[in-house]
Antibody, heavy 117, light 113 residues
Framework: EGQLVESGGGLVQPGGSLRLSCAAS????????MNWVRQAPGKGLEWVSY????????YYADSVKGRFTISRDNAKNSLYLQMNNLRDEDTAVYYC??????????WGQGTLVTVSS | DVVMTQSPLSLPVTLGQPASISCRSS???????????LNWFQQRPGQSPRRLIY???NRDSGVPDRFSGSGSGTDFTLKISRVEAEDVGVYYC??????????FGQGTKVEIK
């Protein structure tokens, strides 16, 4: 069965940058659209960004548009999220999730991003 | 954006008894292709979310048959026929019809009485 493993989280100051990665294994990564979803501490789920299998279609939540960039490298079975100009409200666990038979079929274990001075 | 409203937000249940969670959308979730893109997710304490149900009533692989989804248009329900201890957690509905963005309900916390 497929597996998704996020990495790259950590503590960053407001205004700083961070790049998250998601390594996929056990399934044909280049077939599937991918997403980033986040969860602030003690809060619910918020969809962040979507990228199609061939990177031709990309969407962002309004809350991150202009600051975050999603990308993927199908040769490396990897998904990325470049996060710039980070704000306190971006503090969350960030999950990558694949769209297989429907939306958000498989999820990783998440990586924590903390924005604080 | 489509607003998803769940009720109740907290659901204490007795082991072995049924449980039901309601999810309402601010617009019909019937898509032009005839499908209704309403999903349910379970998040156990300390774990990442797991999809249980997709397109209203289709159980994902490995999901026990005590979980069932129903509904149409703007009103949807997740039912657990007999609650077990491992069902404790937060349940979210999510719509994928009018996107971007995908939108989630606030979550319903299921706990054992």
């Amino acid at each position: 069965e497929g597996q998704l493993v996020e990495s790259g989280g950590g503590l960053v100051q407001p205004g700083g940058s961070l790049r998250l990665s998601c390594a996929a294994s056990g399934f044909t990564f280049n077939y599937y659209p991918m997403n980033w979803v986040r969860q602030a501490p003690g809060k619910g789920l918020e969809w962040v960004s979507y990228i199609s299998s061939g990177s031709t279609v990309i969407y962002y939540a309004d809350s991150v548009k202009g600051r975050f960039t999603i990308s993927r490298d199908n040769a490396k079975n990897s998904l990325y999220l470049q996060m710039n100009n980070l704000r306190d409200e971006d503090t969350a666990v960030y999950y990558c999730a694949s769209d297989g038979s429907g939306h958000l079929e498989h999820w990783g274990q998440g990586t924590l991003v903390t924005v604080s001075s | 954006d489509v607003v998803m409203t769940q009720s109740p937000l907290s659901l204490p249940v007795t082991l072995g008894q049924p449980a039901s969670i309601s999810c309402r959308s601010s617009q019909s979730l019937l898509y032009s292709d005839g499908n209704t893109y309403l999903n349910w997710f379970q998040q156990r304490p300390g774990q990442s979310p797991r999809r249980l149900i997709y397109k209203v009533s289709n159980r994902d692989s490995g999901v026990p048959d005590r979980f069932s989804g129903s509904g149409s248009g703007t009103d949807f329900t997740l039912k657990i026929s007999r609650v077990e201890a491992e069902d404790v957690g937060v349940y979210y509905c999510m719509q994928g019809t009018h996107w971007p963005p995908y939108t989630f309900g606030q979550g319903t916390k299921v706990e054992i009485k």
